[in-house]
């Protein structure tokens, strides 16, 4: 049977959950990234896996059925992920579902795989997740993770905050002295970084290496319903109702509509990739 924790029933986990049905309908080209990882691990089929980050559940449900005789704990931050992929692999049962932070996540069993794709970057303290991850990985267990890494969106980065500093909308990211309350929510680490920090740990057979993929949309509609789900979704955070956000998003739309010509339709993302044995 799926089971269902939330570590911290009496609290909010998030202030703000994700759309995490929109987010579903739109991430296909971060499952085709997850595939290429969950491909590399050539799995057995009696492992324990965990993915860290699982979102809403594309990729537990093909890690799952890889697993006849293993298991997946999937872990996600966010209620509305959590509820989506529930409902998404309810007839599944070698899948739990625990709603933690990744970085201190307590298992009932040691885990064979660290699996995550697409979830790193959004957690500043490195050092910190990795070494939790050595605790929970059983001796030869492996990590297999991607995430944004150094050189991330060096182009689009850039527009966004353009308009975030703009008369418009520069009022919402500053205090009533004017100062800036803005907080980059991202860390994209660098190649070495990483490496030195899974060394100290204790990892062995490290490979670590970024590489350029860019997310290219059909149109301005798809790429705008992308950016307003999944990258603009910090900025969003500090407007206080849909119009603000909508207008938000559309005048990054315009802004490359206009002056960033190259970045139609498209991401340039940079991805690290991530693999090392305990």
Not at 142 to 156: D, E, F, M, P, R
Not at 241 to 254: G, S, Y
Request: net charge positive.
């Amino acid at each position: 049977m799926l089971v269902y924790i939330n570590t911290n029933p009496n609290t909010s986990v998030l202030k703000y959950d994700w759309d995490a049905s929109t987010y579903d309908n739109i991430s296909d080209v971060i499952e085709s990234w997850g595939l290429d990882l969950i491909e590399r691990l050539k799995l057995k089929g009696n492992e324990i896996v965990l993915d860290a980050g699982c979102g809403s559940g594309r990729l537990t449900k093909i890690i799952s059925t890889k697993l006849p005789k293993g298991k997946v704990f999937a872990v996600d931050l966010d209620s509305s992920m959590i509820k989506l992929a529930n409902e998404r692999v309810r007839k599944i049962s070698n899948v739990k579902f625990i709603q933690s932070n990744i970085c201190d996540i307590e298992l009932q069993d040691k885990i064979d795989v660290v699996f995550s794709n697409a979830v790193l970057h959004w957690i500043s303290n490195h050092r910190k997740v990795f070494g939790h991850f050595w605790q929970i990985l059983k001796p030869n267990g492996q990590l297999s993770i991607q995430c944004g890494g150094y050189g991330n969106l060096t182009k689009t980065l850039p527009v966004f905050n353009k308009v975030r500093k703009s008369l418009e909308f520069c009022n919402y990211f500053c205090n009533r002295k004017g100062e800036s309350i803005w907080n980059e929510p991202w860390y994209f680490a660098k190649a070495e970084d990483t490496e030195k920090i899974l060394k100290e740990i204790g990892f062995k057979n490290i490979e670590v290496s970024l590489e350029n993929k860019v997310a290219k949309f059909h149109d301005k509609e798809d790429y705008f319903i992308f950016i307003k789900t999944i990258v603009l979704r910090p900025y969003l955070e500090y407007l206080s109702n849909d119009t603000l956000k909508n207008m938000f998003a559309k005048a990054v739309v315009h802004e490359i509509e206009t002056n960033f010509k190259e970045l139609q339709w498209k991401l340039d993302y940079v991805r690290l990739n991530i693999h090392a044995k305990k």
